[in-house]
Nanobody, 119 residues
Framework: QVQLVESGGGFLQAGGSLRLSCSAS????????LGWFRQGPGKEREFVGA????????VYADSVKGRFTISRDKYKTTVYLQMNSLKSEDTGVYYC????????????WGQGTQVTVSP
């Protein structure tokens, strides 16, 4: 089981930048993939991007490629989501989630952090 806590959400205007953090705690953390998801108002939750803790390039949804960047601080077991050139359609609750290596399902979720982008 992984405990996840997101932070860094806020309200800003379109074109701005924001960095979300996801602090994680678990045994054998190198065996997990950390993902970011979001759920906009009236929308289903959607995948934003993910990073395997043991290494490799992050993967991103097409809607955020070139604007969002996922990185990690291995000493703090923290994953970051840097969001640039934000658009109003990026508004939503952003969640950090974790899945074990070899698993298809994200079983551990944070509480979410709200990001609101005004036009």
């Amino acid at each position: 089981q992984v405990q996840l806590v997101e932070s860094g959400g806020g309200f800003l205007q379109a074109g701005g930048s924001l960095r979300l953090s996801c602090s994680a705690s678990a045994r054998s953390f190198s065996l997990y993939t950390l993902g970011w998801f979001r759920q906009g108002p009236g929308k289903e939750r959607e995948f934003v991007g993910a990073l395997a803790w043991r290494g490799g390039a992050p993967v991103y949804a097409d809607s955020v490629k070139g604007r969002f960047t996922i990185s990690r601080d291995k000493y703090k077991t923290t994953v970051y989501l840097q969001m640039n050139s934000l658009k109003s359609e990026d508004t939503g609750v952003y969640y950090c989630a974790a899945k074990a290596a070899g698993s298809e399902e994200y079983r551990s979720w944070g509480q979410g952090t709200q990001v609101t982008v005004s036009p």
